[in-house]
């Protein structure tokens, strides 16, 4: 039996993973695949990978490829959900903020450096025309960190998937103020550079089964219900999530790749371009 440690955020793009190994189905190919939940998101992921404290990420597509040219010893395998990822924009329930325009020069609630809630936050700047240069941030870790940052005043916005946290708009703890989707692919699939070295069999067989899954998922009888339980989720939430969301069984081709890192590139997310070889396997 091979052990594979594998990492990802606690949410519902993740369900088809659960699925296959609470049904067996790595064990059946003696494959031992080991899953742990990371709250904080993709930048812990990245230190993750880089410690090898995991050996596959299921990850944001702009945070590993920000790590992986700045030194992150991974690879890029595939592309898991094709979809932009939908940034909710979110105020204390108490802020007096009303619309996105009015949180200009003011604190972003972010997971850590590098992670997704920073990046975006850039990305939804540029968007509405601010300074990116200068943006002020507050490192919460989690959503419960940004929910006490919120609530205590010590930051003004937070951004962060938004039907994970709807809940948190349903019972009045935030207020949504708009939605920022992510100009490329949402998630992928992220190898150690070591591991696709040792055991690129087993890494192909893994995502054989991941992918059998995924492209199945939403055919699964009462899949929203399954979802909405296990989230915590109003059903309809969950069913406009499910239209919304297209999961891939390829890895990104030159021509997607490219345009991903000059998106990034023009962001001033990352500030060096990398071959499509040294970050593609």
């Known amino acids: 039996m091979k052990t594979i440690r594998i990492a990802g955020v606690p949410e519902h793009f993740n369900l088809p993973w659960h699925l296959c190994i609470e049904n067996g189905e790595f064990n059946e190919v003696d494959i031992d695949l080991q899953w742990t939940d990371v709250p904080e998101g993709t930048g812990k992921m990245c230190q993750m990978l880089r410690d090898n404290e995991t050996d596959i990420a299921i990850i944001l597509t702009e945070g590993i490829l920000k790590d ?53 936050t850039i990305v939804n700047a540029k968007n509405e025309g601010w300074d990116t240069e200068n943006l002020p941030f507050e490192i919460v870790n989690t959503i419960d960190g940004a929910v006490a940052a919120l609530t205590e005043g010590k930051a003004d916005y937070f951004m962060w998937e938004r039907f994970m946290t709807k809940p948190l708009v349903d019972n009045g703890t935030f207020r949504h103020l708009g939605d920022c989707p992510t100009p490329w692919p949402s998630f992928v699939i992220a190898v150690r550079e070591e591991v696709l070295e040792k055991d690129q069999h087993v890494i192909d067989q893994i995502l054989d089964i991941i992918n059998t ?44 790749f490219e345009k991903i890192q000059n998106q990034l590139f023009d962001l001033k997310i990352i500030d060096t371009k990398a071959a499509y070889e040294s970050v593609i396997k």
């Not at 924009?89 to 325009?101: C, E, L, P, R």
């Not at 915590?232 to 030159?254: A, F, G, M, Y």
């Open 68 to 120: 992986i040219t700045n030194g992150n010893p991974s690879r890029i395998v595939q592309i898991y959900v094709q979809s932009p990822l939908l940034w909710g924009i979110h105020v204390g329930a108490n802020s007096v903020y009303q619309k996105t325009a009015d949180l200009k020069e003011k604190k972003a609630a972010i997971s850590r450096i590098g992670s997704g809630s920073q990046l975006m």
């Open 213 to 256: 899954t995924t492209s199945e998922f939403k055919d699964i009888p009462s899949i929203d219900r399954t979802l909405a339980n296990r989230f915590n989720q109003k059903t309809e939430d969950i069913q406009e999530w499910l239209r919304l969301t297209r999961w891939s069984q390829k890895r990104p081709d030159k021509k997607t």
